[in-house]
């Protein structure tokens, strides 16, 4: 069993896949050395997941990986950004390969997926928690920022809302099902979500504000208006629910609420000016992501549900770790 | 008292004085937009902190900052990059608004003194630590690497070694000294090291390989050595002492080996062939830092070490997070 810092590195971060033109040198020396093409901007983010917080320790390492590298290549979707280098840093109370060959496992797939080079990072002693640095390229001006949006503008979401939560509730013992496949259903989609990467790209000049749904929708828009300076109104009864949520959650009012609450979905949240509106469906039916206009933006500030056509009054409250 | 994580970040980390004309958009979306200059690779490295592992939870805030980005833009200096962005991911317990104001004091001075911008990060909770990944710029294929070495080229240390073992022992009650200014002078010196960015960027085109002491002088040179297949002599009697690590430690066989093992010292280890040692000092003198030279590379594998003149078998070892 390797208990040297640098053994661990060599022998499981040391060898991958991708080799990247653009990336000059890699893992081994004090800095990786990387081209950026000319004409496009760098887009970088980067997200910590600890145990305990974002993940339980007994957590299958696979997915924990896929999880990592997923909310943090989802970043880069929200922007329109193509994908290109990632820098991990991992903190382990001690090296356990069995957890590293996990990890490395989930880790890899997803990376390869995207063409993702692992360039460097850190390998430290301490309670089990990763930070990821992804980083990739927008052509010069296009990203998608949260600023752009403007009164008028409609509301969409790509894919389905409220399957993370269920998964999550599953997973806390929260909740139970008597479905197997459906629990086991959900549970995966808590973990492995795909990031919207090439939806991102295709909404690069239609969309006039996006970002991925991390912390819940509601509390995700909101940073859309506020950085934009608009309202939103959104109908619930749009919001595109999974199959496997109506049977988690019959209740039609609570299924919405997940849906609007529910964090760690990596779904896009995207708005488009009137003109792009027929822009969408092509752009995004070429990349096999289906998205749902649920409401509209609106003078003034805050948002407003409604609920087949009656405003409604609900509490609801977006994740925050620190929140008591 | 802010307990929402957003308001935390907000309060502490939106507001620097750095404010790079190469960041199109910072803080605040899914990811920092940023622009390379045509002609420049991009250096990136990353580095964790763990409480209890790298720093002792207790510790003054202003200080654990300075240590956490001050290696990290070692990092840079070690390939003769300029540096230009960070990344800042903050795991804490609770929100410690005392702590935080001490942190950012620490951060911030440094990052305006070498006018490096935070372009983002995240701030969780779990366990005290931080991640920081540090990007800089240097121009086309003109990165010093570890690779580069060659049979015959000298080893240069910028600096004096051990200071930063001396801090250590002290901190830790391993050992104490009657003379509480020269404690505090030693203690300082672990916590403060400035990071050698301007001799790094003036050894580009001089210095055939390079790299920074993290993890102690045998240690880190075993990496050039490996990299470069080359073996090392060092005379240790020519290692830059200062005087306060003679005065910690009088024995003058264990104040070298101090300085043989000491870690997180971040000088520069650089080697050059022989037809530019002249120009190691003038390019030196202009940034106000003294080299000395240490030492030869030799045909073969592994270090040899000389004490005036006789070769001796010190048993040492570099640092190693993960080592029993």
Not at 68 to 80: H, I, K, P
Request: negative net charge.
């Amino acid at each position: 069993m390797a208990t040297n810092e640098f053994d661990l590195i060599a022998r499981y971060f040391a060898h991958q896949a991708v080799n990247r033109k653009d990336v000059a040198l890699a893992i081994g020396d004090d800095c990786a050395v990387l081209d950026v093409p000319v004409g496009s901007q760098l887009a970088v983010s980067t997200d910590s997941l600890v145990a305990g917080t974002h993940f339980l320790s007994e957590a299958d390492p696979v997915r924990v990986a896929h999880k990592a590298l997923a909310s943090n290549l989802s970043d880069l979707a929200a922007m329109g950004a193509t994908p290109a280098w990632v820098s991990l840093a991992l903190t382990m109370p001690e090296p356990d390969e069995a957890w590293l060959a996990g990890f490395c496992q989930g880790f890899f797939a997803l990376a390869e997926y995207y063409n993702v080079q692992l360039i460097g990072g850190d390998t430290t002693k301490g309670p089990l928690s990763l930070t990821l640095t992804v980083q990739g390229f927008v052509p010069q001006g296009k990203a998608l920022t949260r600023c752009g949006a403007q009164s008028g503008d409609w509301i969409y979401v790509t894919g389905t809302l409220g399957d993370s939560a269920a998964g999550l509730a599953l997973l806390l013992g929260q909740k139970s099902v008597d479905d197997a496949a459906l629990a086991e259903t959900l549970i995966d989609r808590h973990y492995c979500a795909q990031p919207r990467i090439l939806a991102g790209q295709a909404l690069r000049g239609i969309a006039s504000a996006a970002l991925d749904i991390s912390d819940g929708l509601v509390s995700d828009l909101g940073h859309i208006l506020k950085r934009s300076g608009v309202a939103a109104v959104i109908e619930v009864d749009k919001l595109p629910l999974s199959e496997e949520l109506r049977r988690f959650e019959p209740d039609a009012e609570k299924a919405s609420q997940l849906a609007l609450t529910s964090g760690e979905e990596y779904e896009l949240c995207f708005t488009v000016p009137e003109v792009n509106r027929g822009a969408v469906e092509t752009a995004l039916a070429h990349c096999g992501v289906k998205a749902t206009c649920v409401g509209q933006l609106r003078p003034g500030t805050g948002i407003t549900l409604f609920n087949a056509g009656e405003a409604v009054d609900w509490q609801l409250q977006g994740y925050d770790h620190f929140a008591e």
